[in-house]
C-alpha cells in the first residue's frame, strides 16, 4: 500500500499491482529463462513459442523430443521411458484421415 499527499491535503492510498512469480521447469525444477508472468505484458511474449515452452526448460524439452522419436521408431520401449518424462513422452492417437472430397464436374451443356 503507498500513500500519497497531495497538494490540497488529501491523502490517496494506492496499491501495487503483483509482479508475478517465476516459471519452473516442470520435469527437473529449475527456473526457466524467457517466461514471465507479469500481467502488463501480452500473454503471446510471456512464454516461449517452441513446443513444450513455458512447461519445460530447453534441457528436458531436447530430452523429451529425442526419447519420444526413439519411442516411435521403436529403439526404446515405454518402460525404459522415466515416470516423469511418460506425460510428456506419449503419443496420442490420432483419429482416422478423413478422405478427400470427390469434386462433381459439372456437365458440359449441349
Not at 491535503?9 to 517466461?35: D, E, I
Not at 513446443?51 to 521408431?73: D, E, N, P
Request: glycine share 8%; aromatic share 4%.
Amino acid at each position: 500500500m503507498l500513500k500519497v499527499r497531495t497538494s490540497k491535503g488529501m491523502k490517496l492510498h494506492f496499491s501495487r499491482r503483483p509482479s508475478g512469480n517465476a516459471h519452473y521447469c516442470a520435469l527437473c525444477g529449475a527456473r526457466m529463462a524467457g517466461t514471465s508472468s507479469a500481467p502488463s505484458i501480452a500473454s503471446s511474449t510471456r512464454t516461449p513459442e517452441r513446443k513444450y515452452g513455458g512447461h519445460l526448460c530447453h534441457a528436458c524439452a531436447k530430452g523429451v523430443i529425442k526419447t519420444s522419436t526413439r519411442l516411435s521408431q521403436g529403439t526404446i520401449t515405454l518402460e525404459e521411458v522415466d515416470i516423469q518424462m511418460r506425460k510428456y513422452v506419449l503419443v496420442k492417437k490420432t483419429a482416422k484421415p478423413k478422405k478427400p472430397r470427390q469434386r462433381k464436374v459439372p456437365e458440359a451443356k449441349k
